[in-house]
């Protein structure tokens, strides 16, 4: 494939080590970043040209090897370029690749970058820069290496042309570029240490994207400003941009009517209808890829017990959580692949709201005086209301459902042991790219068992050769054919509950524009696509 059209464009694996977490604490905000909020703030020049995103999570680390994770590329967006990106029809367009031709064998992908980007330093980006970052992701094998798990090395022609060498054919591999954000290889070498920059990355920037990190004070806000010599140029976009971190939805709701914040994407569904008769404000309902999943414990503990987990599945009431708690903006799922998906099976089994046969399959079970344990994420409406709603439907069924509210960052790292993954975890999962892949490899194959986001432990030797195998075909309808096997003896295992198929609802000021929901960043904003007034 060649092209040649130059534009720019939550959860996944995270590795929380206590040096980054230091080194987060360690770096003092540098912009003042509440001093023009409010009403009266919104009047000053300063405050006119801020762009303030309200955030219900802070960012696990700044560093773009971590930006699997939402959080993380939320930060990174803003401050890094990609070498492919989608565009709004979802097709792969340039960034900073301006043309790509994938081998015959499909074993390697030579390129052409743009000569004219910099890095934040004024460095010029090169080829070199995208063989160090890649190099660098293949070494430290955490976060968005799961996406590139066939990389093998790149061979640099010169300042603009190189070729990525593959170890084995890779049908998604071009797409997951997306996500792959190109450092500055000077820089992060002269701060390498003895982690590869991890440290010195998650608070510091080494991007070419259009602003810069000025400054995170933990836990209330990281702030950016333009870079004056962005490749794209500017118009009309912020001069600076704020995520601000809020820790409940009626926080966001009243700094957003109180102009403190331009634009929140966690209000709870219950406020919706008020934000949609303010003339002052816009509601954008968009479709997604996004699943909301309860992914079982495998292995040791009750819901080792398939007829348990199959209880459960049947016990929750799927259309409840459709129209009370988001108020409509969403479908139910069916089976693990959202409808959105190449590859979306309608014909997959997907259990329905039958307390009846969860009777019937506990009783079959053998387990009695059941109590489980279930984590769900803080802050985030649609998981308190369908943790509350999953208690109440299992004890009409004879299960105690015990839920604790945690961290993000809490799940991951409780996610490293089986020891003490919890029975259920409720989490999102968010796919980079709309190919089966990215849900079907990254969530269910063994290998990211306590290393990834296969969150329960999910282990079937045959759906892992399916889908391993899917990936080394460039042809769809036969990837599409095997992901369907392995999805069919997903959905017979039990291995989830899958609770519903969201839109995501995004509430923003109408002195906004250009804002639109990018499914291959959810639950993030392209701040250089939004222009000000």
């Known amino acids: 494939m060649t092209t040649d059209n130059p534009r720019r464009g939550r959860g996944r694996q995270l590795t929380v080590t206590a040096a980054a977490a230091a080194a987060a604490l360690a770096l003092a905000a540098c912009s003042g970043s509440s001093t023009d909020g409010g009403n009266g703030g919104a009047n000053t020049s300063s405050r006119a040209k801020t762009l303030i995103i309200a955030e219900n999570e802070v960012p696990a680390s700044f560093d773009p090897i971590q930006s699997d994770n939402s959080t993380v590329d939320e930060v990174t967006l803003p401050a890094y370029d990609t070498l492919v990106k989608f565009d709004d029809a979802g097709k792969i367009a340039p960034d900073l690749a301006t043309a790509w031709q994938i081998a015959a064998n499909g074993k390697s992908i030579t390129m052409t970058l743009r000569s004219d980007v910099t890095f934040h330093d004024g460095t010029k980006l090169t080829t070199s820069d995208v063989k160090y970052t890649l190099d660098r992701i ?15 090395s790149t061979t640099v022609t010169d300042p603009t042309h190189l070729t990525i060498n593959l170890s084995s054919p890779s049908g998604p591999f071009l797409s997951f570029l997306c996500r792959i954000y190109v450092v500055n290889s000077a ?13 010195w990355l998650s608070t510091h920037d080494a991007g070419s994207g259009p602003y810069e990190l000025q400054g995170y004070t933990p836990n209330q806000a990281a702030d950016f400003t333009q870079y004056p010599k962005y490749w794209q140029g500017w118009s009309g976009q912020a001069s600076k941009v704020e995520f601000k971190y809020m820790s409940d939805a009626a926080t966001e709701r009243s700094s957003l009517l109180n102009s403190d914040v331009d634009l929140a994407m966690d209000i709870n569904p219950n406020d919706w209808t008020s934000f949609s008769s303010n003339s002052t404000y816009v509601v954008n309902k968009a479709n997604t890829n996004v699943v909301l999943y309860a992914f079982f414990k495998m292995s040791g503990g009750p819901t080792s017990n398939k007829l348990l987990r199959e209880a459960i599945a ?150 892992d050769s399916l889908v391993e195998k899917a990936q080394q075909l460039t042809d769809l309808t036969q990837r599409c054919s095997l992901y369907n096997q392995a999805e069919n003896l997903v959905v017979n295992d039990y291995p989830t509950i899958n609770l519903a198929n969201s839109q995501y609802v995004t509430i923003y000021n109408k002195r906004l524009s250009g804002y639109t929901y990018e499914p291959s960043h959810h639950q993030t904003v392209d701040v250089y696509r939004i222009k000000v007034s």
């Not at 293949?138 to 093998?152: L, M, Q």
């Open 138 to 152: 293949r070494k430290i094998n955490i976060g968005v290496a799961s996406f590139v798990t066939a990389y093998s």
């Open 187 to 199: 820089l992060v070498k002269k701060n390498a240490g003895s982690d590869d920059g991890q440290k």
């Open 314 to 463: 049947y016990s929750y009431n799927y259309q409840q959580h459709i129209s009370n708690i988001l108020k409509g903006a969403g479908q139910k799922a069916v089976g693990v692949l959202p409808s959105g998906m190449q590859c979306f099976d309608p014909s997959v089994t997907q259990p329905t709201f039958d307390l009846v046969k969860a009777k019937s399959l506990l009783a079959q079970s053998g387990l009695k005086n059941v109590t489980i344990t279930m984590t769900y994420l803080k802050a985030t409406a649609e998981m308190e209301q369908a943790a509350a709603l999953l208690q109440s439907n299992l004890k009409q069924v004879g299960v105690n459902l015990k839920l604790q509210a945690i961290t993000y960052p809490q799940y991951a790292d409780e996610a490293k042991s089986n020891s003490t993954t919890p029975d259920l975890g409720m989490i999102y999962a968010f796919p980079a790219i709309s190919d089966a892949d990215s849900i079907m490899y990254q969530n269910f194959d063994s290998k990211f068992i306590n290393g990834g986001q296969n969150w329960g432990g999910y282990k079937n030797p045959t759906v």
